[in-house]
């Protein structure tokens, strides 16, 4: 699809707009005024067939309550978070994306930024929060146009430093 000439066209500088849901993702691909949908991924709902409701459990002297689709929900956003990294990993990869900027609802958008890999988070040049998952890509596309975005600075330099170096070295396991 061709970006409209008022929205930014990412000149010779490849982009991933990864846009995140609680169990849904998407992941475009813009370059020299064009965006592509790469990747589109839904994790479904598990359905079980026994629908227990409220629960107590004690273990080492504390009690711990709650309702068990709590933590079906958490196993699917784990699941899904697992599944949408691992894509984002290959189109990185596969594009030679330089920078990222992430679309997520507010409370999923901490989930996604500690699943991404140090050397994914440098690539970050920001992060709208919202539920984007259905909008159009020339839509999110305008979002960044709006926003002035300063270059997002996740960590000190010396801790980019450190990370790198555990990057290198686990390689090489």
């Known amino acids: 699809m061709k970006l409209s000439q008022e929205l930014p066209q990412?000149?010779?500088k490849p982009?991933?707009?990864?846009?995140?849901?609680?169990q849904?993702?998407?992941?475009?691909?813009?370059?020299?005024?064009?965006?592509?949908?790469?990747?589109?991924?839904?994790?479904?709902?598990?359905?079980y067939s026994d629908r227990e409701g409220h629960f107590k459990m004690r273990t080492r002297g504390i009690v711990q309550s709650g309702s068990?689709?709590?933590?079906?929900?958490?196993?699917?956003?784990?699941?899904?978070?697992?599944?949408y990294v691992s894509s984002i990993d290959n189109a990185v990869k596969?594009?030679?994306a330089k920078e990222l900027y992430l679309f997520s609802p507010p409370e999923g958008m901490h989930d996604l930024q500690d699943v991404l890999p140090p050397r994914f988070r440098r690539r970050v040049r920001g992060r709208?929060?919202?539920?984007?998952?259905?909008?159009?890509?020339?839509?999110?596309?305008?979002l960044i146009k709006d926003k002035k975005l300063k270059p997002v600075q996740l960590m000190s330099e010396e801790a980019k430093k450190i990370l790198d170096k555990i990057d290198f070295f686990r390689r090489f396991r």
């Open 10 to 12: 990412f000149e010779n």
């Open 15 to 22: 982009v991933l707009l990864l846009v995140c849901g609680w």
């Open 24 to 47: 849904s993702g998407k992941i475009f691909y813009a370059l020299n005024g064009e965006i592509v949908l790469v990747q589109e991924i839904d994790v479904p709902d598990h359905h």
């Open 68 to 83: 068990v689709y709590e933590q079906k929900k958490e196993h699917i956003r784990k699941e899904f978070l697992g599944e």
């Open 94 to 96: 596969k594009y030679n």
């Open 128 to 142: 709208y929060s919202g539920n984007y998952i259905h909008h159009k890509p020339d839509k999110i596309v305008a």
